[in-house]
């Protein structure tokens, strides 16, 4: 993530901007305003900009004509119906912009939210980057044998790690090497090599990358549609790559909407959607009696997953 | 377009605050923020938030560090471009909020532009204000002849106007006036009316009231989606009343990104899409040809149009 | 929901066609399809296409080069996999279409639907019918006094019935009588009224018409959206109006996709969101611990509702 | 595009149906369906589903009773009305679904298109197939000098292509080789390739694979939405690799709905959008004025293209 000393001296002219405005504003998202967070070996989340706050979704679900907000109590209290009874329209009225720069692979996985904004630096138009993203040693995982879509808890052997490393770094190093002499350029100059050669054109050369060759986007969305993207990818589910973005971008809701944070918290990331089969056992459970999966006919997976839930010995 | 006391002191409120922000500010638009832009006899728009401004449009595209903005003349030139060739997605990089006010059957129009968002204020929850839309005399147009869907040039009779007008007042107040008993609700207090009744509820009530009564929303969309709907809606075959609120919406985006308001003006609402038919006619007739309209196979309608666009004689 | 003699025949004659084709079908759906399924008191539902079936989730989910089914028991497993993990796109593979006669206070909060096709009959084009919802005297609930936005369960008087479904006639018949009058034809014949008088244009005249007047509209949308539409419509919050059109798409989906119909049910419609606090609760009850409201810090209506839910005493 | 013996045995299977379906069918599609049609050197289209047909859109715009047809010209009047004035809903009436395999770098650009469902096969859950992207060596582009996002008419000399092609080839190999051995896996028989290493999941290891490497997904959308991915995809300013897709797709489409698809090109794929400075000059030009770039004030690239697109002299 080391950024160009003109890219640094445009980071510090843009954060230097002082306005006045009317609109509200958020004193913790001004602090960190442009700034890149780290994410992964090469990549970072910037904050671009953003409309409304906890009031605004308030002001919006009351079609209010002031801001909305009546005593913190009663926002507080609104916010966390809203969430729990799925009004989501409110929150669709707050809005985020972020400049984020990620591994291809896992653009691919990020760009299937389809409800945002994108705009993303071009291969067709520019020269790629000879950044490429490089796992730690410890996040080197195993395929998990009981989950086909996921990692085992397991991480290779130091020799075998050791390897797979080796092998990341040199194909993707190669790879770059050739995506120049394809285009006919020099690595360090970006000037041309030979002038007696042509140079592929680029849109054709970037496919000799590898995926986890880093790209960059201008990626906007509201409120609504973010913390989908945050339940989805701020899970244990989730490719451990990209929940390091959700994470960083979970923390800036926090410091945003702090009221609609906590009700995501509690009626979305740490909720659980029950089928009326598994509130069938609960209840029988609850009133003491005894029963089994085949009694109420849910798999032995969903079993074992709401056993485990309910911590039932 | 009368505020309660209350709505206005929520006006002035919001409208004394003074913030301090690293986000890129529009002079013009803070100018306007929260004020009611008066539309037809009782509806209005007000702005009440926005993101980003023509250097964001520049930003987005360029995937920037900083604001995006080189030199004033390049920026321009790069809007200019992005518009004419349809590069739509850096537009979707602004975000504008409105609170409007407006007549349910021009709501009903309105929604149909899906990609945005929108908070209405509910007439499930809430009672509904006795508030309708009532033409002026001059906007009683007859129904065009050529054009199914639209009206004539003609007005009618002052007489006819006159039964007209007296027809939507006295339906809209008598639909309202059975609405508030259907309530059991007295109209000036909004307390009940007979003790000894029940009160339907809102929800069935509602429906007695005309389509020229008023609602309201909070409507938020991005830059690009929203010059699509003024490109539909400031446009001729729009119905007269949504061209009301288009025209007060066009005005705003010129204060907000005057480039982008300049190349929307060129490339969309004073541009035309010519077929390729009818890019035949042109080219022989620039090469001093005979055409008709039967040598390219296009209708008379079409044809018609082409020559009266190019006043041709 | 009276055809006219030449709606009839044009019904007659597109179910009597007899097409091969290597698409799958459905059998149940092809028994109904083109049908008018009478909804309310003038409305109706219409099936006019589909796409897909069951096997058609699973051939998308596995991306398969034949038809995606193995066996039906692996079928019917996937689905509900991918039903109860949320993984929704396979369920985006099938698609249907209807036409739809609604009152249009209904057509308003279910064009909220914003991922869905649609084209409406056009009141700027066309002249309205005059046919208008007036609800069952068993339908006539008062408004709740605890859920603002809702029915109570207690209905009108007889008398108050009486004089609520009488206004609401009077007025709705009224209303089209001016509108009538206004476009200067006459009811029966729709031919000129007076040929002295010019008539108010069709886009003007329609706001005179109540909310009760129906509409109607081709509605085109996938399987995960419409069932994310009856999710919310053919639940006991909604209005219970449009839950009487959501009632008769439901059975049109357990027709056509038995399986997924079935996952539906037990997964989201008989499913409930638990959040993390309420786990909690449930955890303590089922250890045998005592809890209260505030022991978790929950709301006393969400704490009353997961009592009520638990049915714990 | 060599499909396993188990493959052609599942098309063969599902191409066997024969259903009857009150549905409307065509005939031309029928013909085609679940064929792979071959694109590049091993990717294909396969057409899976179509709901509707020119009369459908017909049908939509109607809100009709019966097939929406009524005389074959009065359709093609309607539908050429609909394209020229830009009445988009009724051609979103109709669907289709596509099995498509692709190259990563192409399927990047195709998933921008986001009002499409996509079911992508999964590099998390499933093992890649070692099968990329090479192109003729008649596609080896140079970089166009004057657009900088495009190819040059100019390809590479035979010695450069050849080198071009050799890096290509042997990269791609080399990374799926090492990707084989990251996974621990052999290549031929997908067997462990040694059993005291773990190998590393596959979410991760599939980062090493370049992007010219095929990728597939079930891909369905509606004809609108079809029109205008083909009107930015079948166009001289797209990439070549995604424009062969585009152009296969054109081709169905002229099978599905000849009406549509005669419009589309006149109206779209063939037409201009003209400016409003430009239809001054235009004018002018007509008028046997003389008139330059300056007098109107528009760039000098735009006066190139109308001046080439006029073949004014």
């Keep these: 993530m080391s950024l160009t000393d003109l890219q640094n001296q445009e980071l510090e002219d843009v954060r230097s901007i002082k306005n006045t405005t009317r609109r509200p504003t958020v004193e913790a998202l001004e602090e960190i305003l442009y700034k890149p967070l780290k994410a992964l070996d090469h990549g970072f989340v910037r904050l671009i900009d953003y409309m409304g706050n906890d009031a605004a979704v308030v002001q919006a679900a009351r079609v209010s004509y002031g801001s909305g907000t009546k005593k913190i109590n009663e926002d507080k209290g609104l916010i966390n119906y809203l969430m729990r009874r799925w009004h989501t329209t409110p929150f669709e009225m707050c809005e985020i912009k972020f400049h984020i720069k990620l591994p291809i692979f896992i653009a691919r996985q990020w760009i299937r939210h389809r409800t945002a904004n994108v705009n993303e630096y071009s291969g067709r138009y520019s020269i790629m980057d000879k950044e490429f993203y490089v796992p730690e040693i410890k996040d080197l995982a195993a395929q998990s044998q009981t989950n086909k879509q996921g990692r085992s808890t397991d991480v290779l052997s130091a020799e075998e790690s050791h390897r797979v490393l080796e092998m990341l770094k040199d194909d993707a190093r190669q790879c770059y090497d050739h995506y120049m002499e394809m285009l006919n350029l020099n690595e360090e100059t970006q000037e041309i090599l030979d002038p007696n050669k042509t140079g592929l054109t680029r849109e054709l050369a970037r496919m000799n990358l590898t995926l986890n060759y880093y790209t960059q986007w201008y990626w906007k969305t509201d409120l609504h549609n973010l913390l989908h993207f945050l339940r989805l990818r701020a899970d244990d589910h989730a490719q451990y790559e990209i929940r390091v973005y959700a994470d960083i971008i979970l923390d800036i809701v926090k410091k945003w909407v702090p009221f609609t944070y906590e009700a995501f918290l ?24 005894n029963v089994t999966a085949e009694d109420v006919g849910i798999s032995k997976r969903e079993w074992q997953e709401l056993i485990s839930l309910l911590e039932i010995k």
Excluded: T
């Design 266 to 289: 509690d009626y979305r990331l740490n909720a659980v959607n029950i089928s009326g089969k598994s509130i069938a056992v609960i209840k029988k459970k609850l009133a003491g009696e």
